[in-house]
């Protein structure tokens, strides 16, 4: 199992629509949790970091569930320019500040007109 | 500022030959690393540093040299290059306050070995 799995998608969704990704976690003790950004032949780009109370920054919210293991993204009315490749980042718990990140291998995101 | 610079942006090597790829940041970040990214798979942790003169291995570190003799830059070495090296490569950096959690992403080298 990896340890961190995000469905691949493409999710094409039209203007305007809610769409949802999840990502789940292989380790237990991972301590925190982010949504990068990729678009097309670009480098990841920070989106978010997800809290686990669940947060929000504009029309998009984040949530973590520790007792399933898995984080969620929700992008409410979608723009063109959400079309990217969004990848899921979790941090594991270690002896030191600089923890191992584990990415998943994203998710692809289309909007369309 | 200009962030994070990688260099080359695309390249193509034969079988054995080595090359080295740049990396230079100009935000003093203490923290900086080296991925590989592959269709399915995700960015995978190849080599990073905490500091200057201090380097370690990442998940896939076999086939690849690092060193940080300066706070700025952190080239990464194929020694002798093979297919399976066929990959895009980010170099990353981030500061001792987010740890290496916001990391500033080079733009990416594109790399095909023959």
């Known amino acids: 199992r990896k340890e961190v799995e995000q469905d691949p998608g493409p999710f094409n969704v039209p203007e305007g629509a809610t769409v949802a990704f999840n990502c789940t976690y292989s380790?237990?003790?991972?301590?925190?949790f982010f949504w990068y950004r990729q678009d097309c032949r670009k480098e990841p780009k920070l989106l978010m970091s997800?809290?686990?109370s669940g947060n929000e920054d504009g029309r998009f919210t984040a949530q973590l569930n520790r007792a399933s293991q898995y984080i969620s993204l929700l992008i409410r009315d979608s723009k063109l320019s959400d079309s990217a490749t969004y990848l899921c980042?979790?941090?594991?718990?270690?002896?030191?500040?600089?923890?191992?990140?584990?990415f998943g291998q994203g998710t692809i995101l289309t909007v369309h007109p | 500022n200009a962030g994070v610079t990688q260099t080359p942006k695309f390249q193509v090597l034969k079988t054995g030959q080595s090359m080295t790829l740049q990396c230079a940041q100009d935000?003093?970040?203490?923290?900086m690393s080296w991925y590989r990214q592959d269709p399915g798979m995700g960015l995978r942790l190849i080599h990073y540093?905490?500091?200057?003169?201090?380097?370690d291995q990442g998940e896939v570190p076999n086939g690849y040299n690092v060193s940080r003799s300066t706070t700025e830059d952190f080239p990464l070495r194929l020694l002798s290059a093979a297919p399976s090296q066929t990959s895009v490569y980010f170099c990353?950096?981030?500061?001792?306050?987010?740890?290496?959690?916001?990391?500033?992403f080079g733009s990416g080298t594109q790399l095909s070995v023959l």
């Open positions: 990353a950096s981030s500061s001792k306050g987010w740890a290496n959690e916001k990391l500033f």
């Open positions: 380790n237990s003790a991972s301590q925190s």
């Open positions: 997800v809290y686990s």
């Open positions: 980042v979790v941090k594991a718990a270690g002896g030191t500040s600089y923890g191992k990140l584990t």
């Open positions: 935000m003093n970040h203490e923290y």
């Open positions: 540093s905490v500091g200057a003169g201090i380097t």
